[in-house]
């Protein structure tokens, strides 16, 4: 059985996995994708490494940003949910290979 920390740890991990798809689907650095946040680069290197997990406020401000031009909500941003993904935004994360 895991305990809490570990899956704190393990929530982090695949919070920043989904965060750096996100940013790189936009083609934005870590500071270019931040700037609307109103927050370091430094510091969010911190959650997209997964060694720390955002907290309401930041995710929704996250969302705030990009909600429009995405489709990302918290449910995305927390679980991994791409009910509200927009499909175009979502092909960018999840690129196809043609073979």
Known sequence: MENKAGKRARDAKAIGVRLRLMRKAL???Q???VKPVGMTQGAYAQYEGGHRKPSV??????????????GVDL??????DMGAIRLGFAEK???R???
């Open 75 to 80: 449910d995305f941003i927390y679980s991994g």
């Open 57 to 70: 406020l930041l995710a929704c401000a996250i969302v705030d940003a990009y909600e429009e031009e995405t």
């Open 27 to 29: 083609e934005l650095t």
């Open 97 to 99: 290979k043609v073979e």
């Open 93 to 95: 994360m999840f690129p």
């Open 31 to 33: 500071e270019e994708f």
